[in-house]
């Protein structure tokens, strides 16, 4: 690996001062799981790492709202979210997707903010995030925006985060009696990288469903919401709309061939386990599923 210099600064501000735009080879590091893959094989380059460990707690730690809205700092670990208490109570489908996310050892070390910004479609969370209408929150020089988490990824490792921009967090809003889950499929072991993800999240009126959010990741080139599949369902009961949803899913989502399985394969899972999250989330507490 090319040698690089490693800046650690105590505060945002520093960090965000430090990183420049994005050919200046000075690169954010969180955990460094993702980041130390692409630099080995020299994928990544950068000259500097300005490490984000170093700055204000706040971005570390998981904040409930009296409404039991989350806010989980960038720099918060996979771990910590996992074991939460909060996260259990408030958004029990993160946990619940948390716990098959790759091995212990990875979450002991991976962020949230570094999940995101990786960008890569694979990942679990993302789909998760955008059911539940979760906001990235993003500092700059220029100041502070909040984007949908699905406004996040624009193409294959590629973000909307605009040079020296880092993520501070995410807020989920407060889920009250909407139901949620996600569905990770893998074709090796459980704990893989999926070869699909699917989530769900919606309100219940008697037996119709309202308000309906699905997102897909891991099968399309980024994690984006499913809206045909919400338009099949809303104002719909279950029963009666699963059918043309997973048909709706697997009309809508583009999808490629890669080492888990062929585009066609892809759309069948996508169509199958479509019908699956919603029956999941209908079974699932208020909330979500652990
Ligand atoms: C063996 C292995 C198996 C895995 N399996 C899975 C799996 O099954 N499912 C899954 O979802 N994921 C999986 N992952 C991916 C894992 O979730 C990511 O590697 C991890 O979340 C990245 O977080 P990090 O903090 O280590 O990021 P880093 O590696 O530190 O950074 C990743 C990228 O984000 C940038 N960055 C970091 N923090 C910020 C910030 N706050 N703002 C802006 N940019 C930032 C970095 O410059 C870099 O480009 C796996 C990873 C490994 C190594």
Redesign the pocket.
Same mark, same amino acid.
């Given at each position: 690996m090319k040698p690089f210099g490693l800046a650690e600064p105590a505060s945002l501000k520093d960090a965000i001062a430090m990183i420049g735009d994005a050919d200046s080879g000075v690169? %954010? +590091?969180? &955990? &460094?799981?993702?980041?130390?893959?692409?630099m080995k094989p020299g994928i990544?380059q950068p000259e500097t790492l300005v490490s984000?460990r170093g700055i204000e707690p706040r971005y570390s730690s998981i904040e409930t709202a009296g409404d039991g809205g989350l806010f989980i700092g960038?720099?918060t670990t996979?771990r910590r979210m996992e074991l939460s208490a909060d996260v259990a109570r408030h958004a029990p489908v993160v946990t619940q997707a948390l716990r098959r996310?790759?091995?212990v050892r990875?979450r002991n +070390?991976?962020?949230l &903010? &570094?999940?995101l910004?990786?960008g $890569?479609p694979?990942? $679990?969370?993302p789909p998760v995030l955008i059911a539940l209408r979760a906001k990235v929150h993003i500092a700059g020089r220029d100041g502070e925006r909040q984007i949908d988490v699905e406004d996040l990824f624009r193409s294959y490792l590629e973000t909307s985060?605009d040079s020296g921009?880092? +993520?501070?967090g995410v807020t989920v809003p407060a889920q009250g009696n909407r139901k949620s889950a996600y569905i990770k499929h893998t074709t090796r072991s459980a $704990? $893989?990288? %999926?070869a699909l993800g699917l989530a769900v999240s919606f309100s219940l009126d008697g037996d119709v469903l309202r308000d309906v959010r699905a997102a897909i990741g891991a099968a399309t080139d980024i994690p984006q919401r499913l809206k045909s599949v919400e338009t099949a369902l809303e104002g719909k009961r279950a029963a009666d709309a699963l059918q043309g949803a997973g048909d709706a899913a697997a009309a809508e989502a583009q999808v490629h061939s890669d080492a888990r399985g062929s585009a066609a394969y892809k759309r069948e899972l996508i169509r199958v386990f479509t019908g699956r999250v919603i029956r999941k989330a209908m079974e699932s507490a208020a909330g979500g599923t652990i």
């Amino acid at each position: 690996m090319k040698p690089f210099g490693l800046a650690e600064p105590a505060s945002l501000k520093d960090a965000i001062a430090m990183i420049g735009d994005a050919d200046s080879g000075v690169r %954010p +590091i969180a &955990g &460094g799981s993702a980041l130390m893959l692409m630099m080995k094989p020299g994928i990544l380059q950068p000259e500097t790492l300005v490490s984000l460990r170093g700055i204000e707690p706040r971005y570390s730690s998981i904040e409930t709202a009296g409404d039991g809205g989350l806010f989980i700092g960038a720099m918060t670990t996979l771990r910590r979210m996992e074991l939460s208490a909060d996260v259990a109570r408030h958004a029990p489908v993160v946990t619940q997707a948390l716990r098959r996310l790759s091995n212990v050892r990875v979450r002991n +070390i991976a962020t949230l &903010g &570094g999940h995101l910004a990786h960008g $890569d479609p694979h990942l $679990d969370l993302p789909p998760v995030l955008i059911a539940l209408r979760a906001k990235v929150h993003i500092a700059g020089r220029d100041g502070e925006r909040q984007i949908d988490v699905e406004d996040l990824f624009r193409s294959y490792l590629e973000t909307s985060l605009d040079s020296g921009e880092l +993520i501070t967090g995410v807020t989920v809003p407060a889920q009250g009696n909407r139901k949620s889950a996600y569905i990770k499929h893998t074709t090796r072991s459980a $704990d $893989d990288w %999926p070869a699909l993800g699917l989530a769900v999240s919606f309100s219940l009126d008697g037996d119709v469903l309202r308000d309906v959010r699905a997102a897909i990741g891991a099968a399309t080139d980024i994690p984006q919401r499913l809206k045909s599949v919400e338009t099949a369902l809303e104002g719909k009961r279950a029963a009666d709309a699963l059918q043309g949803a997973g048909d709706a899913a697997a009309a809508e989502a583009q999808v490629h061939s890669d080492a888990r399985g062929s585009a066609a394969y892809k759309r069948e899972l996508i169509r199958v386990f479509t019908g699956r999250v919603i029956r999941k989330a209908m079974e699932s507490a208020a909330g979500g599923t652990i």
